[in-house]
């Protein structure tokens, strides 16, 4: 029996896929599971499963090709299945890379002197120092290019003070960036003004990943009514856990961050709350057998929350190892994402400790049911047996489905996070 291979979906929000890589040839035997394809999405490059068994028959769309999603790409069969008469209308062209127009240039005129005089001229008078010349006016206004206009409107400058050497006496973009106003007189001793400051207020073009990750959460922040928990995690007897973890674990090459000890601890509760590993869907929350983690993470050029499978079978180790090996893929080091990693998350977590936030609220990853928000593990003052002592804090707040749980079940579930790491021996046992 003859399969399509089609584009598939990486994510809600795909539309179109580039084909990067073919890595089965025309004629191999192809295994249910086996790496099929590099697909390109809006945010990463991605192996492409095959979900039948046979003989890779035909490529269609070969290598460096853009194709929307559901589009033909290649036919799987067995050696005497009929293939399909292919279709003679325009196949997807080969992404082409962009060139940037140049610049606009301004052309500025030069005044030519006149040919000499064949006759004597008077002797000319001495020279005087030139006042610059007036701007030009045009239908009563200044004549100057528009982006002339607004950088004198952004330094602050008055056009008719500014000598316009473009033709007729225009006001162009150099004139402006060249000027230097007259100095305002100021009273001996007193400072003149500070010089004014410039603010580059050019339009940004949006990458495509910056476009998926626009659509993605407005789509988040449109269908999923998000409410916010936050509470205070005591992490002083966790940092000493993990100290002493990784004293034991460094000839192994091991290390555990405090986000794998947060991973850990967020599986284990849903363990215990499995309504949080849901998605709504009309009249019905969807349960999923396996808890599959999203960790977000911030590449040059956007945000991509790939997940942890199946986090509710590892152990502490485990998880360290495969946090590292989802950052590594994700940047394009060793290896490229699957397209389970970047669509089967089930819960999320957001870390930016590392750039000292105290607290903030993530965007729920859709359709996950939640996303866990931490901040940076700083010592503060705290009321302990009833003396303040110093403790190493952490905030943490869960944004929440509120289609999938209430307020009080949100907060049930990160009080038990809290136990995790306040009573870290839990994550090894």
């Known amino acids: 029996m003859i399969h399509e291979v089609t584009m598939p979906a990486m994510g809600a929000d795909m539309t179109e896929g580039t084909v990067v890589k073919w890595l089965k040839s025309e004629g191999d035997?192809?295994?249910?599971?086996?790496?099929?394809a590099e697909i390109e999405t809006d945010k990463t490059v991605v192996e492409m499963e095959a979900y039948n068994a046979g003989i890779l028959r035909r490529i269609v769309l070969g290598d460096g090709t853009k194709a929307p999603v559901g589009s033909l790409l290649a036919y799987i069969g067995g050696a005497d299945d009929v293939l399909p008469e292919m279709d003679d209308g325009p196949a997807a062209a080969?992404?082409?890379?962009?060139?940037e127009p140049e610049p606009a240039i301004e052309l500025q005129v030069e005044a030519v002197a006149p040919e000499p005089q064949l006759a004597p001229e008077p002797a000319a008078p001495a020279p005087v120092a030139a006042?610059?010349?007036?701007?030009?006016?045009?239908?009563?206004?200044?004549k100057a290019s528009p982006l002339a206009r607004r950088l004198a409107r952004e330094h602050g400058y008055d056009l008719a003070a500014i000598p316009g050497t473009g033709p007729g006496g225009r006001i162009t973009r150099d004139d402006v960036l060249g000027f230097t106003p007259a100095p305002a007189f100021a009273p001996s001793g007193v400072a003149t003004a500070?010089?004014?400051?410039t603010v580059d207020g050019s339009d940004i073009e949006l990458t495509t990943m910056r476009q998926a990750i626009a659509r993605v959460t407005v789509r988040s922040k449109t269908e999923a009514p998000h409410y916010y928990v936050t509470s205070g995690i005591?992490?002083?007897?966790?940092?000493?856990f993990r100290a002493q973890l990784n004293a034991e674990l460094a000839e192994s090459g091991v290390r555990v961050s405090v986000n794998d000890m947060i991973i850990k601890a967020l599986a284990m509760a849903i363990v215990k709350y499995p309504k949080w590993n849901t998605t709504f869907h009309e009249d019905r929350l969807e349960g999923h057998d396996s808890i599959n983690i999203g960790v977000a993470i911030a590449l040059e050029a956007g945000l991509i929350v790939p997940a942890l499978l199946g986090v509710q079978n590892m152990s502490l180790v485990d998880v360290a190892n495969a946090s590292?090996?989802?950052?590594?893929?994700s940047r394009g080091e060793g290896g490229s994402l699957t397209q389970e990693e970047l669509t089967a998350g089930t819960f999320s977590t957001s870390n930016l400790g590392m750039f000292g936030t105290d607290t903030f609220a993530a965007i729920i990853v859709p359709p996950q049911s939640g996303i866990l928000a931490v901040g940076a593990v700083k010592p503060?003052?705290?009321?302990?047996?009833?003396?303040?002592?110093?403790?190493q804090m952490m905030n943490a707040t869960i944004s929440a489905d509120h289609r999938v749980g209430d307020g009080a079940e949100a907060a049930i579930l990160l009080?038990?996070?809290k136990d995790n790491l306040e009573r870290p021996l839990r994550l090894i046992l």
């Open 29 to 36: 035997e192809v295994a249910r599971g086996d790496k099929l």
């Open 380 to 391: 503060a003052p705290v009321v302990l047996d009833d003396e303040i002592v110093v403790r």
């Open 94 to 99: 080969p992404t082409e890379e962009l060139v």
């Open 234 to 240: 005591d992490m002083t007897e966790a940092m000493s």
């Open 415 to 417: 009080n038990e996070i």
């Open 131 to 142: 006042a610059p010349p007036a701007p030009t006016l045009e239908g009563g206004r200044i």
């Open 324 to 329: 590292k090996d989802l950052g590594a893929r």
């Open 194 to 197: 500070p010089p004014k400051v």
